[in-house]
């Protein structure tokens, strides 16, 4: 007891007390929390998923954007087409003045009969020499010169006939007609003009061969070969698409495989750029919905009352996330960012 007029000492805790009141207290609210259940709210998870739409860039290409030349040397007679227009397969192009390649014609159609006379000639004159032969006549030498003269004439006859085929090649190259059809982007000469053989006279573009090519992240291949349903956005509209190979090879700068796929209905026009969107046939969750425990996204569950964390394999931060949730999965909403695995809960009435 404090003497009159002294100030009382102060009481003094050991260390050692103090911390076992700390953990004392810390052990009750641990406690307390835990005889608490965390209110939540809870959702079945048949109403939470839902299939998802990507998309990648994506351009119509033409699998054939030709110059169209010409194969002869010759002077440009005609060019009816004018950049824009339309052309069906075979229609002509251009044509070429083809009066010298005619002249070549008539000469190889005039060696020709001079071929086959000569070779009437040379059958006749084999036929009297064996006449004569027969008749010791003539020396067998004679008639084996007259063989050889018909054989001869049989060569000059197939070589005037090819002669032939060659000049009337060389007039059907004078008329310049589409390989394919498509539309007239470029003309590349006029008339007039003087061409040497392979002189494109102008650009033709395919216009019913395209393809559409999309580059595809790595990681969303599966779900583009899985899809039933494909198309491409442009600003004219919306083109069903069915996929038709993936290229072999990973382009290193962005990881990324081309993908090239053909139109189910009417095509885009050529050169057409937009969005390649496929819808993703697995079930997926909500971007928002995962949450992250020891590095790994994943959702709460309700289970009989206990927090169950479930991992979702292959889940990307702030993008939905596939699920393999059976649909009566009790997936925890509200109250899920501080719970822990094992967290007794109760959902709000």
Known sequence: MARRGEEPHPVTI??????????????????????????????????????????????????????????????????????????????????????????????????????????????????????????????????????????????????????????????????????????????????????????????????????????IPLHRLASLQRTTATWLQTGQGRYPLRLQRLVPAVDPRGRYREARLLFSERPALPGSSGRLVWRDIRPHLPADLPVRRDGVLGVFLDRDGIARFHPLPGAVEGQPAPSDLPGDALVILDGRWGLRDGDPVEAAP
């Open 14 to 215: 050991p260390t050692t007390r103090l911390a076992g009141l700390l953990v004392a207290l810390l052990l009750g609210a641990t406690l307390q929390a835990a005889e608490h259940p965390v209110p939540i709210t809870r959702s079945p998870a048949d109403r939470l998923v839902f299939q998802p739409l990507h998309d990648a860039p994506a351009t119509t290409l033409s699998l054939n954007d030709s110059r169209i030349g010409s194969r002869i040397a010759g002077m440009v007679q005609s060019l009816p087409v004018r950049v824009g227009d339309r052309v069906e397969a075979g229609q002509v192009l251009a044509t070429l003045d083809c009066r010298s390649n005619r002249i070549k014609q008539r000469q190889a159609e005039a060696a020709l009969d001079a071929a086959r006379a000569r070779i009437t000639l040379a059958r006749t004159q084999l036929q009297r020499s064996r006449t004569l032969e027969k008749e010791r006549n003539i020396p067998v030498e004679t008639v084996n010169q007259r063989e050889a003269d018909l054989n001869t004439a049989r060569a000059d006859l197939a070589s005037a006939r090819a002669a032939l085929d060659q000049a009337r090649l060389e007039v059907e190259h004078c008329t310049i007609t589409a390989p394919f059809t498509g539309v007239v982007m470029e003309r590349l000469a006029g008339e007039g003009e003087w061409v040497a053989p392979g002189a494109p006279l102008l650009r033709l573009l395919d216009s019913e061969r395209l393809e559409v090519s999309a580059q």
